[in-house]
């Protein structure tokens, strides 16, 4: 009789063991679905873009 | 005073909520104004009583919820005394979360087996997460079906101490009384002499609990 209630009390450590992986892992990809999120540096040390436009004005 | 609620869950099905729920409230409502609220898509409660007699209606109103069953819950809780709430069989409805979010109490029903344990795994992860947002809840297994002389029935005690849920130390015995008094739309209240045990039963829960 002992010996089955050790048994069943291992199979439930068991499936706990099982369920905390089974949402580890449904949470890791969770993590993973989730876009990085877009990184907006600034570069002091960049020199600002040169737009050079030409414009020709009619005479 | 606002109602004291109750929920009765379990995402197995058979495992005997509704049995629990009925006879539950049935006690219940002798010591106060009882309302079950039937959140099961199978509608079971509302068919239970649906079977009792004119001459004898099942002593509790039952109402089904379909929809926001909080603010259902919210609704009613001034008018009665105690409310139970028949749960659907399934964690993946919001029915069982709102529920565990507007009760006092939760009540899983779970039978000697290993597969129903197993099940219950789930669940009680479940109301570990909703004690975050609903600090006061309670929650306890009750062990429905027992048969004192089944070695896996006397080898549960064992099992159950590996949930971070504790089990009332009142149970449900295996009695084909709750089955009958399902078919005459009563509880085992009202069942005499043949139900005086599993009243017994029931009426120790409810001691236990308040």
Known sequence: ?59 | MPAKVFSITNQKGGTGKTTLSMNFAAGLTRRGRTLVIDADPQRSAGQWTGLASDERPFPVSVIAVAGNLAREVNHFRQDYDYIVIDCPPTLETDTVSLAMSASDTMLIPVLPSPIDLWASVRLANAIEQAKMSNRELKAFLVINQLEPRNALSRAMQQALEEFDIPSLTGGLRRRAIYRTSAIEGVSVFCMGKRGEAAAQEIESIIEELL
Do not use: H, N
Request: aromatic share 4%.
């Open chain 1, 1 to 59: 009789m002992k010996q089955l209630g050790s048994k069943l009390a291992d199979s439930v450590r068991q499936v706990k063991t099982q369920q905390a992986e089974k949402e580890g892992k449904e949470q890791k990809v969770q993590e993973d679905k989730t876009p990085e999120p877009i990184l907006v540096s600034s570069r002091p040390e960049a020199p600002l873009p040169l737009f050079t436009s030409r414009r020709v004005w009619p005479d």
